[in-house]
């Protein structure tokens, strides 16, 4: 070639037709041949006297000039003037010429370079898209096939699509459906319709990046893809056609059997040749199996192989598998539920390269990634040796800020550390509150609140409900001012939403004005809504046992204020769990039933202070519930008696047991010996036991609340608030010991006594007799350290 380049070079100056030039360059093109100048001499040539010479070119000779252009030229050339102008003049003359001018060959060519270079105008793409429509009846197939996959590669790198000539496009599907069901010009019917295996793989991908879900031609060119993939289909041809099926959502019962012969065929290759698949071809191959729930028994061997793969490709290849596949493989194995023993060596394998590659090249993580992989370890339920990977991948989402995290990444990853929490004395460190803030700041941005929908408001309100983390009240607020969850939220997102409020905020008659304001507006929204899906009674919106449960307790942790408020949800919500219970007999779980005692003992209160409820007068509601009645005893008690109390718990009652043994030799004279201590006690007339109840001489009956962090908010200024269920524990205490008989030995004030026992003795007796230096539940007028807060 470089003999040849070095003749034909000194005679470019007398050539005076456009294929004396354009052929030479398809030549260089064929060859990878680019030095000696030749190429660039030529393009000179061309481009000389304004371009004369491809003014008058045919579509063929342009054809050729485009493609060369596009199949390997350095980029020196192509960043040169004359490169430049020559695509540049090249493409007004193609705008020139007809249909009738171009075949259907010169016009994929032209498409396919144009996509290769990302080099337009627009207005070019259409007229070669509509040049090789009319062309299509007798096209080849590859050239209908590399014009599908042109416009789904400029529709991916350049965002293009058909402008107003959808018609065209449907034109080049029409003529492929014809060619697959084996009725078409052009070339013989045969298996595939002509079509071999790479193109049948190109032309879904194209559809693909089209985002053609509506296609006709959709159905007949998968089921042409499940009969060709065992005779020719090489690894990538598999990966891209479970990808694109899988992103054009082709998860009905027609298309299962080509995702069947897909995956047949995929297990059968790496079988045969288990170096064949790449990194990425593994990865869109277990993102595929995921997006179309290929999660049956009947697909675990795929599944298996496709580890097996990427457990020897780690092995040979630690670098192979970059971050985009590091998180679609975990995210896959996630939504496929591989949680199982024998996917642990494929997990540890992939959480170590994610570590790995996250501690040393964070950056190449994009702000999808990071909390498809938060998500996709708390979805696995935290895999051993994973918590280094949950820290590092957490600490980078700080260190961001989430910027430009989408609502679902911010919601999603939000969601998954809550679901992760760290065992130990804290539960809710200080750095996992530090993260939520942050995340709660990202979602107080015009990108969240715009964009948010239900799922990713209530994923969110949900995880700082678990974490206890309190928000301003400001979120609360740009939540109820959300049109999507007022009118779209289900039955869950309800639900989740109003558990989580009333964890965080309690009682609301304790908050300040503004604070209470935000609360109950958006419980307002709430209620409605989840009212009106009630009312409807439509069988997929309607709330789960859980879900009437969660969303009745809400109600009542937060106040009769809050259950008279919305006296209309809660007489719906009442009339739910009774008729179901009815209905369906004593199936619902012992923390359910808890909470519906819980719930009755605050609606009976309710209705003494608003009589306008009424709910338990007809005898329709909870305690009409005969149903109910009868398991309430049963499931609970056991279950309470049974429990078995922290090392906290234990230490308390072991320094009340030494207190009552002491009698009356006391420092102080004046104070009353305990006549008895009854460890655990049940209190049948509140379905739940009290950690202790003290009795003083006298007859004085005191109940003692051990309260670890669990029972109190965990950021910020709110760190010794205790949050709604410790409230409404309390609340229900005091209404069987009396005001001022319900009392809290929190975890931080026990700590600083640093374990002595005379301190403990004299503390706890503090505590009992409410002197200065110890509080109640309810009287924090004298508080025992500066920052507690009133909790009632």
């Given at each position: 070639m470089s003999t040849l380049a070095a003749a034909y070079l000194p005679l470019v100056p007398e050539l005076w037709r456009p294929q004396d030039f354009t052929g030479p360059l398809w030549a260089c093109a064929k060859a990878g041949h680019w030095g000696d100048g030749l190429a660039a001499a030529l393009l000179a040539q061309l481009t000389a006297g304004g371009g004369e010479l491809l003014q008058r070119a045919s579509g063929r000779e342009i054809s050729n000039l485009w493609w060369s252009l596009s199949s390997g030229a350095p980029a020196e050339l192509l960043a040169a003037p004359a490169a430049d102008a020559a695509l540049r003049i090249s493409g007004q003359r193609l705008m020139e010429l007809e249909a009738g001018d171009l075949n259907a060959h010169d016009c994929s060519n032209v498409l396919i370079a144009a996509a290769r270079l990302q080099r337009g105008p627009e207005a070019l793409w259409d007229h070669m898209t509509r040049c090789l429509a009319a062309a299509a009846p007798s096209a080849h197939c590859q050239a209908l096939a590399n014009g599908l996959y042109a416009l789904g590669s400029l529709a991916e790198d350049c965002g293009h699509t058909p402008r107003g000539r959808q018609q065209d496009l449907q034109r080049l599907e029409a003529e492929v459906g014809s060619r697959l069901e084996g009725g078409a010009a052009g070339d013989p019917p045969s298996l595939g319709g002509g079509f071999n295996p790479q193109l049948i793989s190109n032309m879904l991908w194209g559809l693909a990046k089209l985002r053609r879900t509506d296609s006709p031609l959709l159905q007949p060119l998968a089921e042409a893809a499940g009969l060709t993939a065992v005779v020719g289909f090489n690894a990538q041809n598999l990966s891209n056609s479970l990808w694109a099926l899988a992103t054009l959502g082709c998860s009905g019962a027609e298309y299962v059997p080509a995702v069947r012969a897909l995956l047949g065929a995929t297990q059968q290759l790496l079988q045969q040749q288990p170096n064949a698949f790449s990194a990425q071809n593994i990865s869109n191959s277990l993102w595929a199996m995921a997006t179309l729930g290929c999660s049956g028994a009947e697909y675990a061997p795929a599944v298996s192989s496709l580890l097996d793969a990427t457990q020897k490709l780690m092995q040979q290849q630690p670098a192979a598998f970059n971050a985009q596949s590091l998180s679609n493989s975990l995210w896959a194995l996630a939504t496929l539920g591989c949680s199982g023993a024998k996917y642990t060596p494929a997990l540890s394998s992939l959480t170590g390269a994610v570590q790995h590659l996250l501690q040393q090249q964070p950056i190449t993580f994009n702000a999808q990634e990071l909390p498809n992989i938060l998500w996709a370890l708390a979805t696995l339920q935290q895999p051993s040796g994973s918590e280094a990977l949950i820290e590092v991948a957490a600490a980078e989402c700080h260190r961001r800020a989430f910027l430009r995290f989408s609502p679902q990444g911010i919601s999603n990853a939000a969601w998954a550390l809550a679901k992760m929490p760290r065992s130990g004395l804290e539960p809710y460190p200080q750095w996992y509150q530090g993260w939520y803030e942050a995340a709660v700041q990202a979602a107080m941005q015009p990108g969240f609140v715009g964009a948010a929908n239900p799922q990713e408001w209530s994923n969110l309100l949900y995880a700082l409900g678990l974490v206890r983390h309190r928000p301003p009240a400001a979120l609360l607020t740009l939540a109820a001012e959300s049109t999507e969850l007022r009118t779209e939220a289900n039955a869950q997102d309800c639900t989740n939403c109003l558990w989580s409020l009333a964890v965080l905020y309690g009682r609301l008659e304790l908050l300040d004005g503004g604070s209470r304001a935000a609360v109950e507006a958006l419980v307002g929204v709430l209620?409605?809504?989840?009212?009106?899906?009630?009312?409807?009674?439509?069988?997929?919106?309607?709330?789960?046992?859980?879900?009437?449960?969660?969303?009745?307790?809400?109600?009542?942790?937060?106040?009769?204020?809050?259950?008279?408020?919305?006296?209309?949800?809660?007489?719906?919500?009442?009339?739910?769990?009774?008729?179901?219970?009815?209905?369906?007999?004593?199936?619902?779980?012992?923390?359910?039933?808890?909470?519906?005692?819980?719930?009755?003992?605050?609606?009976?209160?309710?209705?003494?202070?608003?009589?306008?409820?009424?709910?338990?007068?007809?005898?329709?509601?909870?305690?009409?519930?005969?149903?109910?009645?009868?398991?309430?005893?049963?499931?609970?008690?056991?279950?309470?008696?049974?429990?078995?109390?922290?090392?906290?718990?234990?230490?308390?009652?072991?320094?009340?047991?030494?207190?009552?043994?002491?009698?009356?030799?006391?420092?102080?004279?004046?104070?009353?010996?305990?006549?008895?201590?009854?460890?655990?006690?049940?209190?049948?007339?509140?379905?739940r036991s009290v950690d202790a109840v003290v009795e003083l001489e006298g007859g004085r009956r005191l109940a003692v609340a051990v309260d670890g962090p669990t029972?109190?908010?965990?950021?910020?200024?709110?760190?010794?608030?205790?949050?709604?269920?410790?409230?409404?524990?309390?609340?229900?205490?005091?209404?069987?010991?009396?005001?001022?008989?319900?009392?809290?030995?929190?975890?931080?004030?026990?700590?600083?006594?640093?374990?002595?026992?005379?301190?403990?003795?004299?503390?706890?007796?503090?505590?009992?007799?409410?002197?200065?230096?110890?509080?109640?539940?309810?009287?924090?007028?004298?508080?025992?350290?500066q920052g507690n807060e009133a909790t009632a």
């Open positions: 209620a409605g809504r989840l009212r009106q899906l009630l009312l409807r009674k439509a069988a997929g919106e309607r709330p789960t046992a859980q879900g009437l449960c969660n969303s009745l307790w809400a109600l009542a942790v937060m106040g009769a204020d809050v259950l008279a408020l919305n006296s209309g949800l809660t007489r719906s919500l009442v009339d739910e769990v009774a008729q179901r219970l009815e209905a369906a007999g004593p199936g619902i779980q012992v923390e359910e039933l808890a909470q519906l005692r819980q719930v009755h003992l605050e609606l009976a209160a309710a209705t003494v202070c608003s009589p306008g409820l009424q709910l338990e007068a007809s005898g329709n509601g909870l305690l009409g519930c005969a149903s109910l009645q009868a398991t309430w005893w049963d499931a609970t008690d056991p279950q309470q008696q049974n429990a078995t109390g922290s090392a906290f718990q234990l230490q308390v009652l072991e320094v009340l047991a030494a207190l009552q043994q002491a009698g009356r030799r006391q420092r102080c004279e004046r104070l009353p010996a305990i006549a008895s201590v009854q460890a655990k006690q049940w209190l049948p007339q509140l379905g029972h109190f908010l965990a950021n910020g200024e709110h760190w010794r608030t205790k949050d709604g269920r410790t409230q409404l524990r309390d609340r229900q205490l005091e209404r069987v010991f009396g005001r001022g008989n319900v009392l809290s030995v929190p975890y931080w004030e026990w700590d600083a006594l640093r374990g002595g026992k005379a301190a403990q003795e004299d503390y706890l007796w503090r505590v009992l007799l409410g002197l200065p230096g110890a509080g109640t539940a309810y009287d924090r007028r004298h508080p025992v350290r």
